[in-house]
C-alpha cells in the first residue's frame, strides 16, 4: 500500500522558534495532502489541506501565519511551526490521498511529537 | 456540517467474546465511512471502507443510512485487536474522525 513517511519523529525546542516537519509520500504522487493535529488521548482534528503548487486550505480557527504549509513538489509538504510556544505541543501528522485508488481512503504518517519549552 | 460519534470511549472485553464498536454519523449529502486503526506506538491505518463491503482481519461494519451508524463488528475478539479504533467520514471537503475508542481485549 501508499506509504507515507515524516521528518522528524520528534523533536523539541525552545519557546520562540520554528520548526519545520516534512512528510513525503514514498511510492506515489500526492497532489493533496493533509495535516492534523492530535491532543493527547483526543482525536485528530484538521488543520489544512495542503495542495501541490498552490496555497493551503486552513480550517476555521487555525492560524495560517502560524503553522505555514509549502506543498513544492508531488511528493514532499512540509509545515512549519513559527515562533513556537508551549501550548503549541502536540502531535502533528499528515496524511495523503493515493491517486492510484478510486476511494477517498488517506494514508498517514507516523506522526512527529512537537514538544516546546 | 458532518458529525461523527463514537459514545464508546473505552471498550473492554474478553477473548473470544463479540465486540461491537459503535459509530454514529451526522452528513446531509452521501456519505463515505471509514474505520481506521491505530495500534500501539504505530501509525493510523485504513481498516475499512464501507464502499468495499469487505472483512478485514475478522471485522466487518455496515452502513445503516436509516440509523445512520456505521458499527464495527468482529464475532470472536482476539487480543491483537486491542488498539485504538476511530470512524471516520468523508465529506465534501474534508475527512472527519470520531473520538475514538479504546478497545482492550482481555485474555
Known amino acids: 500500500g501508499a506509504v507515507v513517511s515524516q521528518h522528524p519523529s520528534w523533536v523539541i525546542c525552545k519557546s520562540g522558534t520554528s520548526v519545520k516537519i516534512e512528510c513525503r509520500s514514498l511510492?506515489?504522487?500526492?497532489?493533496?495532502m493533509f495535516w492534523y493535529r492530535q491532543f493527547p488521548k483526543q482525536s485528530l482534528m484538521l488543520m489544512a489541506t495542503?495542495?501541490?503548487?498552490?496555497?493551503?486550505?486552513?480550517e476555521q480557527g487555525v492560524e495560517k501565519d502560524k503553522f505555514l504549509i509549502n506543498h513544492a513538489s508531488l511528493t514532499l509538504s512540509t509545515l512549519t511551526v513559527t515562533s513556537a510556544h508551549p501550548e503549541d505541543s502536540s502531535f502533528y501528522i499528515c496524511?495523503?490521498?493515493?491517486?492510484?485508488?478510486?476511494?477517498?481512503?488517506?494514508?498517514f504518517g507516523p506522526g512527529t511529537r512537537l514538544t516546546v519549552t | 456540517a458532518q458529525r461523527v460519534t463514537q459514545p464508546e470511549k473505552l471498550l473492554s472485553v474478553f477473548k473470544g467474546a463479540p465486540v461491537e464498536l459503535k459509530c454514529n454519523y451526522s452528513y446531509s449529502g452521501s456519505p463515505e465511512l471509514f474505520w481506521y486503526v491505530q495500534y500501539s506506538r504505530q501509525r493510523l491505518q485504513l481498516l475499512l471502507r464501507?464502499?468495499s463491503r469487505e472483512s478485514i482481519k475478522g471485522f466487518t461494519a455496515d452502513l445503516n443510512k436509516g440509523e445512520t451508524s456505521f458499527h464495527l463488528k468482529k464475532p470472536f475478539a482476539q487480543e491483537e485487536d486491542s488498539a485504538m479504533y476511530y470512524c471516520?467520514?468523508?465529506?465534501?471537503?474534508?475527512?472527519?474522525f470520531g473520538q475514538g475508542t479504546r478497545l482492550t481485549i482481555n485474555p
Open positions: 496524511s495523503a490521498r493515493d491517486p492510484r485508488t478510486s476511494g477517498y481512503e488517506q494514508y
Open positions: 495542503s495542495n501541490e503548487g498552490s496555497k493551503a486550505t486552513y
Open positions: 471516520a467520514l468523508q465529506g465534501a471537503q474534508k475527512l472527519v
Open positions: 464501507h464502499i
Open positions: 511510492d506515489f504522487q500526492a497532489t493533496t
